[in-house]
């Protein structure tokens, strides 16, 4: 069955370090990969996301993620961290297999940073 | 900038009540979807609704549970016979096509 999975269920850094958050996915097809962060509170919001081309996607508040096909990799970085940051992560994928877009989600990272 | 939102934003039931949990997606959205995460588990897909008709569903989907779009806004989300395991968050989302954008949620406390 497809499916995506994340590495770190926990992550506490110090402001300034830098950040990888990984994600897998099992699916052999065209897939669509997202990341979404929830901070407090607060929705679901997207952070980036990769359909095609360029495999290095950037998006808000300074974040990357490079798509390694190979290795059915979707990794999350920021090379510096705010304390505002601290929210929690989910990699998301759409697997194309004829049905209706839905979204396959991994577990998630909760991101702890510290002053 | 455009959100959709949902209403309530916590409901609680018991056991065997009927609840409807109420979206309004983004306004030139064709896709609408139902997600829901129980506590401390990953967010699960439970349904995708296009062209007035559901295009996929989960084996969580099961006869309990049905979608309307009774209006041209509204996307609704019924649970005919509550159970203590249907308590979640639950979220709707919509999409032009493949990038999907999150209501708040409804905690559903099944009690």
């Known amino acids: 069955a497809q499916s995506v999975s994340q590495h770190n269920h926990h992550v506490i850094l110090s402001e300034a370090a830098s950040l990888e958050l990984g994600c897998n996915y099992s699916?052999?097809?065209?897939?669509?990969l997202f990341w979404y962060v929830q901070y407090p509170g607060q929705h679901l919001q997207l952070l980036l996301k990769?359909?095609?081309?360029?495999?290095l996607v950037k998006g808000i508040k300074g974040f990357e993620a490079e798509f390694i096909k190979s290795k059915f990799s979707f990794n999350l970085r920021k090379p510096s961290v705010q304390w505002s940051d601290t929210a929690e992560y989910f990699c998301?994928?759409?697997?194309?297999?004829?049905?209706?877009?839905?979204?396959?989600f991994g577990t998630g990272t909760q991101l702890k940073v510290e002053l | 900038e455009p959100e959709v939102t949902q209403t309530p934003s916590h409901q609680v039931t018991q056991m065997g009540q009927e609840v409807i949990l109420r979206c309004v997606p983004i306004?030139?959205?064709?896709?609408f979807y139902w997600y829901r995460q129980i506590l401390g588990q990953k967010v699960e897909f439970l349904v995708s609704?296009?062209?007035?008709?559901?295009?996929?569903k989960s084996e969580i989907f099961d006869d309990q549970f049905s979608v309307e779009r009774p209006d041209g806004s509204n996307f609704t989300l019924k649970i005919r016979s509550t159970k203590l395991e249907d308590s979640a968050m639950y979220f709707c989302?919509?999409?032009?096509?493949?990038?999907?954008?999150f209501g708040p949620g409804t905690r559903l406390t099944v009690t």
């Open positions: 989302a919509s999409s032009v096509r493949y990038e999907q954008y």
């Open positions: 699916y052999g097809g065209t897939v669509n």
């Open positions: 990769y359909f095609s081309g360029d495999p």
């Open positions: 998301a994928a759409l697997m194309h297999t004829g049905g209706g877009n839905k979204l396959t």
């Open positions: 306004s030139n959205h064709l896709y």
């Open positions: 609704f296009y062209n007035n008709e559901i295009s996929e």
